[in-house]
């Protein structure tokens, strides 16, 4: 198994940027798929971006193409989102999920999923 801390969400202005942080224990973060999503209040969880084990396929939702990057340090158990040029809109809980097998693209629960407890980003001036 492995556990997931985010950490670097914030209140940050229109424009601004911000780097969450997706920091795992328990198990080598490299045999794993991860993804963030995103859930703004009163609507569903969402997909932001993903990426595989070795770090060459990395999709985006069309939303934040162009605007946020997704990376990860397997030396440091960690995979990033620097975020750029943010907007209003993208304020929302964002969270990293986990799957040895498969690349998180949907919010799933399944016993090969795992989540963390989310970081908060609000954009607003």
């Known amino acids: 198994q492995v556990q997931l801390v985010e950490s670097g969400g914030g209140l940050v202005q229109p424009g601004g940027s911000l780097r969450l942080s997706c920091a795992a224990s328990g198990r080598t973060f490299s045999v794993y798929n991860v993804a963030w999503f995103r859930q703004a209040p009163g609507k569903e969880r969402e997909f932001v971006a993903a990426i595989n084990l070795s770090g060459g396929h990395t999709p985006y939702a069309d939303s934040v193409k162009g605007r946020f990057t997704i990376s990860r340090d397997n030396a440091k158990n960690t995979v990033y989102l620097q975020m750029n040029s943010l907007k209003p809109e993208d304020t929302a809980v964002y969270y990293c999920?986990?799957?040895?097998?498969?690349?998180?693209?949907?919010?799933?629960?399944?016993?090969?999923?795992?989540w963390g407890q989310g970081t908060q980003v609000t954009v607003s001036s």
């Open positions: 999920a986990a799957n040895p097998l498969t690349l998180p693209m949907r919010p799933r629960t399944g016993p090969n999923d795992y």
